[in-house]
């Protein structure tokens, strides 16, 4: 699998910290990573209720029924059950733990013996005056990886035990499909076949916990080279006499559990028991709520694409470990370091496991699992395996780059590393204090923070929307029913969606959060207040208003301040901007530099207005005949170059000598901002908010369609410095939007946007979300991929005549290459060329832009490194068969806008 079956819905931010912040805090904490607080780490490799959810899951959330009795969550649960497993009765239980605590108190007496692979001790077992026996393959720890089934029971010690013990002497075999104690590893459906046929034979039940069935199923599958999954995972379950489920696994939700029991006899007093552990038999100790999200989790794993792409992420990770030579196994959760091969020169007194815990957490802020009794960690072989597992759908594979650099630089350091002295004597992980036998742990670690090479999203991805794959037949009748125009695709029928980045962000938790205490009123109220108070702050402009979205603020600006005839000079047009202006009557101008119409032509500051041709219309038409100076943040039709600061104060003394406004599209004030702190020396070293500030300071006012840089799904503000100017402003709002409190939006909008704005400004995420766009370019331009260069900030523009030079333009290769694009690989792209320029309402001829351009549109916080990865391959591929794509004509044309509803037919069939 090439990249994620999903796309990022939701993120939760990660907080940046120093080594020496992440020394302090861990000295507070006794120098045990576990008793850190969880806002103090960044990468939690915990898989255990870490996973993200997807959509369905949040949806699931908001309906769940929290009857005491016969709720309806617990019915969804059963009926999710019995369609992917064929099961019905399942016992409801709060997690494992409950789960195995009803097997236990059912099934154990004292002095029986439970025989189980799970390579570590059960308090519960002990609990019931049980023992333990592990009948676990002896070389299990020492496996290289998943496909050697390291968990597998060793089948003659297991008959041998069975035979020493007898019927009466075994309260059941428990056999793990990944047990925690064996990093993972799985167990092939052959071997637990065998133990079946073993238990059967001596009259012993067999229970199986199936937390991890399909990830274990995938493995059995690519061991056998084929088979249908869920097939797989049903004859791993028809081992069992009784099964149990932890839903926070494979299921990937943050709580609950199941046991079922084939004997029906079992399986009532299973449920019999749970009434007196876990609460009543349709419950089990989960809310409702949770129920539903797990029930959906159930559903969507059997579909095993998310089981593949998180053993695909853990094989990537391992990869790069043992790149670096560090002594590491894979596993079906995530990777085992082997702590004493990392630091010989440490005695067991000194604690390898939980120094090398704390020097990743100190060197990278990585959490390691380590968790329960302490003896499971301090003995052997618990004390010299270090697990870090991977949380499902959560991270990205910068992350895991970030992960592997961490662990490296403390392997490479690993001979410099002391110990720690253990100050109490705990019964549990939780209860361990530790203190240096050095005065620090290690001499220095020599790693560099955040550096260009290691730039990883400052985010987690909490919630994700999955993705539906096509094949090309289905591809190519989809475009065909589009009319070959991307934008009358169905969304459903898009695998990668780089037609705009407007409202399509990834929302952060803080903004959901937000959200969910609002005052829904759409007079008077706090959060209006919050939001004009911010913008206020962080803009300069001193009256703020709201709009529902962008568009609705120009139509405002340009009814309010331009008069019949006059000029609307500006850095290049945009579509519905321009619209706008000329439907006050305003005619737009073009001012912006020659060489923004040059795609080839690599100056960095293609935003910049061309001052000589803006003074040249002042002297020709007269400053009282233009109505204000149109000037964008990072020019999207021309690239989404920016414009410089230099520039920028040109054009604003040159503006306040004749007494014209500068109205800024501010729409993507935060990317100019930032690509101003990158390329210009000058403003190195301030903060993008600061550079915001001053960028808005030589202008008179904005609109913002704040669905872009501000990373809300709706929204606009209309910003001046003028009382006169927004008394009309608010005038006109009310007539056409909404009111002044709210301009149209409501108030959960509102609030999200407020703290959209706050999150936009973070330094850490603007430098990643421009990073994410300019490796996107250089790769296709170190493919040969004929690009606007250099690589602007929200979207890569394909240069539609050097990648089709045979099509004519008034057969619209852009629009071409876009369906074309869809066509081969699923991705959604977006003309910019002579179909969006429209036709010269005087001769009705089509404008033939300078520029005709497909935009690649990232959307914010979405996509990750391996869906760019995707789309530049599937555009290399395109490259290669380029001349079999033929340009297009109108099938129908719309008077207005005509970009977005047209619809086209092949000049020529398409042979590619």
């Known amino acids: 699998m090439r990249s994620e079956p999903y796309k990022i819905k939701e993120v939760k931010k990660s907080r940046a910290l120093k080594p020496y912040e992440r020394w302090n805090i861990l000295k507070a904490a006794g120098f045990n990573t576990f008793n850190v607080l969880s806002d103090h780490v960044a990468f939690d490799m915990v898989a255990r209720g870490m996973s993200a959810w997807s959509h369905f899951q949040k949806a699931a959330l908001m309906v769940g029924d929290e009857a005491y009795a016969g709720a309806r969550s617990y019915y969804s649960l059963e009926g999710a059950v019995r369609e992917v497993f064929g099961v019905t009765g399942i016992v409801p239980a709060h997690n494992r733990i409950g789960a195995e605590k009803l097997v236990a108190t059912t099934m154990i007496a004292a002095g029986q013996t439970v025989l189980h692979n799970r390579g570590q001790a059960s308090g519960l077992v002990a609990?019931?005056?049980?023992?333990?026996?592990?009948?676990?393959?002896?070389?299990?720890?020492?496996?290289?990886?998943?496909?050697?089934?390291?968990?597998?029971?060793?089948?003659?010690?297991?008959?041998?035990?069975?035979?020493?013990?007898?019927?009466?002497?075994?309260?059941?075999?428990?056999?793990?499909?990944?047990?925690?104690?064996?990093?993972?590893?799985?167990?092939?459906?052959?071997?637990?076949?065998?133990?079946?046929?073993?238990?059967?034979?001596?009259?012993?039940?067999?229970?199986?916990?199936?937390?991890?069935?399909?990830?274990?199923?995938?493995?059995?599958?690519?061991?056998?080279?084929?088979?249908?999954?869920?097939?797989?995972?049903?004859?791993?379950?028809?081992?069992?006499?009784?099964?149990?489920?932890?839903?926070?696994?494979?299921?990937?939700?943050?709580?609950?559990?199941?046991?079922?029991?084939?004997?029906?006899?079992?399986?009532?007093a299973l449920r019999n028991q749970v009434v007196v552990f876990e609460g009543l038999h349709t419950y089990g100790g989960m809310t409702g709520r949770a129920m539903d999200v797990f029930a959906v989790g159930v559903r969507e794993m059997a579909g095993g694409e998310l089981a593949q792409?998180?053993?695909?992420?853990?094989?990537?990770?391992?990869?790069?470990?043992?790149?670096?030579?560090?002594?590491?196994?894979?596993?079906?959760?995530?990777?085992?370091?082997?702590?004493?091969?990392?630091?010989?020169?440490?005695?067991?007194?000194?604690?390898?496991?939980?120094?090398?815990?704390?020097?990743?957490?100190?060197?990278?802020?990585?959490?390691?699992?380590?968790?329960?009794?302490?003896?499971?960690?301090?003995?052997?072989?618990?004390?010299?395996?270090?697990?870090?597992?991977l949380p499902r759908c959560a991270y990205t594979r910068n992350h895991l780059r970030e992960i592997a650099d961490v662990v490296g630089s403390v392997w490479a350091a690993r001979s410099e590393i002391t110990g720690l002295r253990l100050a109490n004597q705990p019964e549990f992980v939780d209860e361990a204090v530790f203190e240096p036998v050095h005065e620090r742990l290690f001499v220095t670690i020599p790693r560099?923070?955040?550096?260009?090479?290691?730039?990883?999203?400052?985010?987690?991805?909490?919630?994700?929307?999955?993705?539906?794959?096509?094949?090309r037949p289905y591809r190519v009748q989809a475009i065909r029913e589009a009319g070959y125009n991307t934008f009358l695709l169905r969304s459903e029928d898009v695998y990668i969606d780089f037609l705009t980045d407007s409202g399509t962000s990834a929302m952060s938790?803080?903004?959901?959060?937000?959200?969910?205490?609002?005052?829904?009123?759409?007079?008077?109220?706090?959060?209006?207040?919050?939001?004009?108070?911010?913008?206020?702050?962080?803009?300069?402009?001193?009256?703020?208003?709201?709009?529902?979205?962008?568009?609705?603020?120009?139509?405002?600006?340009?009814?309010?301040?331009?008069?019949?005839?006059?000029?609307?000079?500006?850095?290049?047009?945009?579509?519905?901007?321009?619209?706008?202006?000329?439907?006050?009557?305003?005619?737009?101008?073009?001012?912006?530099?020659?060489?923004?119409?040059?795609?080839?032509?690599?100056?960095?500051?293609?935003?910049?207005?061309?001052?000589?041709?803006?003074?040249?219309?002042?002297?020709?038409?007269?400053?009282?005949?233009?109505?204000?100076?149109?000037?964008?943040?990072?020019?999207?039709?021309?690239?989404?170059?920016?414009?410089?600061?230099?520039?920028?104060?040109?054009?604003?003394?040159?503006?306040?000598?004749?007494?014209?406004?500068?109205?800024?599209?501010?729409?993507?004030?935060?990317?100019?901002?930032w690509m101003i702190k990158m390329k210009d020396p000058a403003y190195a070293d301030r903060s993008v908010r600061e550079i915001l500030r001053e960028m808005m300071s030589y202008g008179d006012g904005c609109t913002i369609s704040c669905k872009k840089d501000f990373l809300v799904n709706m929204g606009g503000i209309l910003a001046c410095n003028s009382s006169e100017l927004a008394r009309r402003f608010r005038r006109m709002l009310r007539v056409w939007e909404g009111e002044v409190t709210n301009g149209g939006l409501d108030t959960k909008d509102i609030v999200a946007l407020t703290r959209g704005l706050l999150d936009s400004l973070e330094d850490d995420y603007i430098r990643m979300r421009i990073e994410q766009t300019q490796e996107f370019g250089r790769k296709l331009l170190?493919?040969?991929?004929?690009?606007?260069?250099?690589?602007?900030?929200?979207a890569i523009f394909i240069d539609a005549r050097r990648f089709l030079p045979h099509v004519d333009q008034d057969e619209f290769p852009a629009q071409a290459l876009a369906a074309a694009i869809y066509i081969e690989t699923g991705v959604r792209t977006m003309e910019r060329g002579n179909v969006s320029k429209g036709r010269n309402p005087a001769t009705g001829e089509n404008y033939r832009p300078k520029l005709e351009l497909v935009r690649c549109t990232v959307p914010r916080r979405v996509y990750t490194a391996s869906h760019i990865d995707y789309v530049v391959e599937g555009i290399v591929r395109l490259w290669e068969k380029r001349d079999a794509i033929s340009g297009l004509r109108f099938v129908y044309e719309p008077k207005v806008l005509r970009f977005f509803q047209s619809r086209f037919e092949p000049v020529r069939p398409w042979t590619f």
């Not at 080279?225 to 943050?254: I, K, P």
């Not at 204000?628 to 943040?633: A, D, F, G, Q």
Request: proline share 6%; net charge negative; aromatic share 8%.
């Open 127 to 268: 609990a019931q005056g049980g023992e333990e026996v592990d009948v676990t393959n002896p070389q299990a720890a020492t496996m290289p990886g998943p496909a050697s089934f390291g968990a597998d029971v060793d089948l003659k010690r297991l008959e041998g035990e069975l035979h020493r013990l007898g019927r009466r002497g075994v309260a059941y075999v428990h056999v793990d499909l990944c047990p925690d104690g064996w990093g993972g590893q799985p167990v092939s459906v052959d071997n637990l076949e065998r133990v079946a046929a073993l238990a059967r034979t001596h009259g012993v039940p067999l229970v199986v916990d199936i937390s991890d069935v399909f990830t274990v199923a995938w493995w059995n599958r690519a061991a056998a080279e084929g088979g249908e999954l869920g097939e797989v995972a049903r004859r791993l379950l028809a081992c069992a006499d009784v099964v149990l489920m932890d839903a926070s696994h494979d299921a990937r939700s943050d709580v609950g559990g199941f046991v079922w029991a084939r004997d029906p006899d079992t399986n009532d």
């Open 309 to 389: 792409w998180h053993q695909t992420q853990i094989g990537e990770l391992a990869d790069m470990l043992w790149a670096d030579g560090v002594p590491a196994v894979r596993g079906t959760r995530g990777i085992v370091l082997d702590a004493a091969a990392f630091f010989p020169q440490l005695g067991a007194d000194e604690h390898p496991k939980f120094v090398l815990a704390a020097c990743l957490y100190i060197q990278g802020g990585i959490r390691p699992r380590i968790d329960g009794t302490w003896r499971a960690h301090s003995e052997p072989p618990g004390s010299r395996w270090l697990h870090l597992e």
């Open 448 to 471: 560099a923070e955040r550096s260009a090479r290691r730039l990883f999203e400052p985010y987690k991805i909490a919630i994700f929307e999955p993705l539906k794959v096509t094949d």
């Open 509 to 673: 938790c803080h903004q959901w959060e937000g959200m969910t205490d609002t005052s829904d009123t759409p007079y008077g109220n706090r959060h209006i207040q919050e939001l004009v108070e911010t913008f206020r702050e962080v803009l300069g402009f001193e009256h703020i208003i709201p709009t529902h979205q962008g568009r609705a603020a120009e139509h405002i600006m340009s009814q309010c301040m331009i008069r019949p005839g006059q000029l609307v000079p500006g850095n290049m047009y945009f579509t519905t901007t321009k619209l706008h202006q000329e439907m006050a009557g305003g005619v737009f101008v073009d001012v912006i530099v020659d060489e923004a119409h040059d795609p080839g032509n690599d100056f960095p500051w293609k935003g910049n207005i061309d001052c000589a041709k803006l003074q040249a219309e002042i002297d020709r038409v007269g400053a009282e005949n233009i109505a204000y100076i149109s000037h964008e943040c990072c020019v999207n039709m021309a690239g989404g170059q920016p414009f410089s600061m230099d520039n920028l104060k040109e054009v604003s003394r040159l503006c306040q000598r004749y007494g014209i406004p500068i109205m800024f599209d501010a729409t993507r004030c935060v990317e100019n901002a």
């Open 782 to 794: 170190a493919a040969g991929i004929p690009i606007v260069v250099p690589p602007g900030s929200h």
